[in-house]
């Protein structure tokens, strides 16, 4: 399905550049079932808690061992990200809901040195305002994009869990697929 050198390009995207820590470093020579949790476990993370980039998962669809044909391995890594960012982001949601409730949290967060509530209103979430969970997943689905900081924001604006979940979702496979399908392109016109 991809040209060899895929998983080379998907390195520079975060895999090979010394900047991360040990979890990214796990999840970039991930391997066979345990690999396929920690990748679980790594999109869980970011969607609520690390500021990392989620296409680091791709490059160990190459070197998975699970028997599989490569363009296999990377479909499952593309759906047990995307179930673990969706988990993750209905953490976050939860964590957005109560803190809605909270007039100290949002008393808090104007009064701080990054006001989120203003942030809340930038583009990304002014395109979630405007398309609803479709301007979310549209969002999301754009590569080397931090998701964290947008999936708190929007969870604060919504009240749907399922709906928001499924826009994370289709997101996070969105965003990968727009990640391979582009290094793809890449390669095969170089």
């Given amino acids: 399905m991809f040209p060899v050198e895929v998983p080379l390009a998907l390195i520079s995207l975060g895999c090979d550049s010394g900047t991360h820590g040990p979890l990214t470093s796990a999840v970039c020579t991930a391997t066979g079932p345990v690999g396929l949790l920690l990748i679980w476990v790594y999109s869980f993370l970011i969607a609520f808690l690390l500021p ?43 964590i957005g809901q109560e803190a809605k409730q909270s007039g100290p949290v949002i008393r808090f967060l104007r009064r701080s040195r990054f006001d989120i509530v203003e942030w809340s209103e930038s583009k990304v979430v002014q395109l979630s305002k405007r398309f609803g969970y479709v301007g979310l997943a549209i969002a999301l689905s754009v590569p080397g994009f931090p998701d964290t900081l947008s999936i708190y924001a929007f969870s604060v604006l919504e009240e749907d869990y399922v709906k928001f979940a499924a826009a994370t979702f289709v997101g996070s496979v969105g965003r990968l697929v727009v990640a391979l399908v582009g290094i793809g392109t890449v390669l095969r016109l170089t």
Avoid: Q
């Fill in 52 to 94: 990392l980039p989620s296409e680091v998962v791709l490059p160990p669809a190459e070197a998975l061992n699970l028997g599989l044909p490569v363009a296999v391995n990377y479909a499952i890594v593309i759906v047990v990200s995307g179930l673990g960012k969706a988990a993750g982001s209905v953490f976050a949601f939860h």
